[in-house]
């Protein structure tokens, strides 16, 4: 009875204790994405006979990036997290609640200059919650500069936009380094198509949206 009462009062050891006392350390990241856009329609697209889109398929993608972490306290610290996130969204066109094309695809390179700050729950044995918020400024690599029939791009963004981040994780203490797993959202705050139909085959394309602005899932796997 007593050595079962001993073991089950005996702590776990602890891996790295002196690990966030360290002011600055790096690493890596890599993950998983989803990529969507909030679409507002034009005020004809809600009439008989005019086309209504809306992303109709999510895709998954990928990310991939490097960390660079600032303690400013026992509980905070800012991350600078630049990488580049790949993925693709599919809009489709509905008239009279059918379907009038489902074809659209947009890839999507975006490198990202994201600034987070997290804050940190108190360690646990070697586990340790936090949640972050923050900004990114990313640029679309593949953002088409022309429309394309033959590559049936009918649709062009803006190269830059500007997010807002937040999200929760978990760190991990290992022994030789920290792992982390992070749910995150980020919410693109500019409306990021290029309004101009002139060059397109299909401009009625371009005029059935108000407003399009981007929006991503991202579950990453930090190396530290």
């Known amino acids: 009875m ?22 600055v350390h790096f690493g890596f ?12 329609l034009s005020g004809d697209s809600y009439a008989k006979d005019i086309l209504y889109a ?3 398929r999510l895709s998954p993608g990928f990310n991939v990036g490097i960390v660079s972490n600032f303690k400013l306290n026992e509980y905070f ?4 997290l630049p990488g580049i996130t790949f993925g693709q969204r599919k809009i489709s066109y509905h008239k009279n609640k059918k379907i009038f094309n489902d074809d659209n695809k947009i890839e999507s390179s975006f490198l990202e200059f994201p600034m987070i700050i997290k804050y940190k729950s108190r360690r646990i044995n070697n586990f340790r919650p936090y ?23 009918y649709l062009r963004l803006r190269k830059s936009d500007i997010y807002y981040e937040v999200g929760f994780g ?12 992070e749910l995150k959202l980020a919410v693109g705050m500019l409306d990021v198509l290029i309004h101009d139909p002139a060059g397109s085959s299909k401009p ?5 949206i108000d407003r399009l602005q981007s929006n991503l899932w991202l579950l990453s796997f930090h190396f530290e």
Request: net charge positive; aromatic share 14%; glycine share 4%.
């Open 77 to 80: 610290d800012i991350r600078i």
């Open 54 to 56: 809306d992303v109709s």
């Open 204 to 208: 009625q394309f371009v005029t059935a």
């Open 2 to 23: 007593c050595p079962a009462i001993l073991f089950a009062q005996k702590k776990k050891v602890r891996h790295d204790p002196i690990y966030d006392k360290k002011p």
């Open 29 to 40: 990241t890599v993950g998983l994405n989803t990529m969507d856009f909030n679409v507002d």
């Open 170 to 181: 978990i760190d991990f203490y290992n022994k030789y380094f920290k792992f982390s797993t």
């Open 131 to 153: 949640l972050l918020g923050g900004a990114n400024y990313r640029i679309d690599l593949a953002a088409r500069k022309e429309y394309d029939e033959g590559d049936k791009v």
